[in-house]
């Protein structure tokens, strides 16, 4: 009997213990569930404006003279001065005298010319005299003949004198050329010449272009040809109406900026580039209100006033996806928009639709977007630019 006690009462107080613990789980209280709600990505945007705006076409070529020439040699003999000008980088005016050329055979040649020119008119009017001698004897003779009233000598005569003049000319011509000048206003580019050289006709003794007018070759694209609103064959008629250009080169850590105008657009497609070429040019560099002048030789950028568009849709160019789509913020979800592109540069793009003026564009940087995708837009203000934050540095909150 003590043995079943024993035995019965631990397994009771089991039973017990396990029924107070079924009853105590079934009665407890359920705990309170709360969800976080998913917190939407931050994204800087920016509103979408309506513009009228003059398209520019942006690219680059190097200068060159409009004119330039090689100082040549027309007769032979000795250089015995070269002006204080004739230096490379130089100005050189309209018939300034840059090379002398020894001209002491020239001058006799002149003097010797000059002498067979007066004796060819001496013998002119003797010949003349002897004419008239043999008209008035011959005047009773019926049908005297040319030889005997002396006509071919007379002939003969002028036509020496004739060739005499023209033997003058020659030799003044030779002396004159003994004097190398421009008949414009330049900047020698070269010097080959050297005092007491000998040259001979032909001989190359430097090199000057002038500086009236500079001018850049400027190869366009079909898309630029069509920002610049012009066709191939295009002529300024005038400086007034032709399209701005604006050159620029950086140098010696500075800026410079000169101001020309678009003076033609090719006829032909150039057959090695496949480009079409314009002719930018600029007026009288060297003299320009500049601290350096847009020297030839110098690579510049040029940037030329395009057509005018009226009422275009104008966002930033970050703001442009790869494949023309745009990301806007409806009602705090990301939709995506494909765009027609009228222009584009590295700042902005010009849409001729796809998005609406005042809506606002993303321009950061998106991580695997999903149309309808939880966002929130954020402009970007003069305190972000002063943290040191951007539209590229800032894809994700």
Do not use: C, S, W
């Given at each position: 009997m003590k043995k079943l006690k024993a035995i019965a009462i631990p397994l009771l107080i089991l039973v017990g213990s396990i029924g107070i613990y079924q009853v105590?789980?079934?009665?407890?209280?359920?705990?309170e569930t709360k969800e976080?709600?998913?917190r939407p990505l931050s994204l800087f945007v920016e509103s979408v404006r309506q513009v009228d705006k003059t398209l520019d076409v942006q690219v680059t070529g190097e200068v060159r003279a409009r004119n330039e020439i090689d100082l040549v040699a027309q007769v032979s003999g000795r250089i015995v001065r070269l002006s204080d000008a004739f230096t490379e980088g130089s100005a050189v005016a309209p018939g300034e005298v840059l090379i002398e050329i020894d001209d002491r055979d020239y001058r006799v040649a002149v003097a010797s010319a000059e002498a067979r020119v007066a004796e060819a008119e001496v013998r002119l009017e003797q010949a003349l005299a002897d004419?008239?001698?043999?008209?008035?004897?011959?005047i009773d003779r019926v049908n005297p003949t040319a030889l005997a009233l002396k006509k071919p000598q007379v002939a003969q005569a002028r036509a020496a004198l004739k060739a005499a003049k023209v033997e003058l000319q020659r030799a003044e011509l030779d002396l004159e050329r003994t004097k190398l000048t421009v008949p414009f206003n330049g900047r020698v580019k070269s010097r080959l010449a050297g005092l007491g050289q000998f040259v001979t006709p032909g001989t190359s003794l430097g090199r000057v272009f002038a500086t009236e007018q500079v001018e850049v070759r400027l190869a366009l694209t079909d898309a630029q040809l069509r920002t610049l609103g012009k066709n191939m064959g295009y002529v300024a008629q005038s400086e007034a109406e032709a399209p701005r250009v604006i050159f620029s080169n950086a140098m010696a850590g500075t800026t410079h900026h000169w101001h020309g105008y678009l003076k033609s657009v090719d006829a032909a497609v150039d057959s090695n580039t496949r480009s079409i070429y314009a002719l930018a040019v600029l007026d009288n560099p060297y003299?320009?209100?500049?601290?350096?002048?847009?020297?030839?030789?110098?690579?510049?950028?040029?940037s030329i006033a395009g057509r005018e568009v009226s009422r275009a849709t104008l966002i930033p160019r970050s703001a442009l996806r790869?494949?023309?789509?745009?990301?806007?913020?409806?009602?705090?979800?990301?939709?995506r928009h494909l765009v027609d592109i009228?222009?584009?540069?590295?700042?902005?793009?010009?849409?001729?639709?796809?998005?609406?003026?005042g809506q606002d564009v993303v321009v950061s940087p998106i991580r695997n977007p999903i149309d309808g995708m939880a966002v929130e837009g954020r402009h970007l203000d003069a305190s972000d630019i002063a943290n040191g934050h951007s539209p590229a540095q800032d894809p994700i909150n």
């Open positions: 105590l789980h079934a009665t407890k209280p359920e705990p976080d709600a998913a004419a008239d001698v043999a008209r008035k004897l011959l003299q320009q209100d500049a601290e350096i002048p847009m020297a030839v030789g110098m690579y510049v950028e040029a790869p494949g023309n789509v745009v990301f806007t913020i409806e009602e705090g979800v990301l939709r009228l222009f584009q540069d590295d700042e902005f793009a010009l849409l001729n639709g796809g998005v609406q003026p």
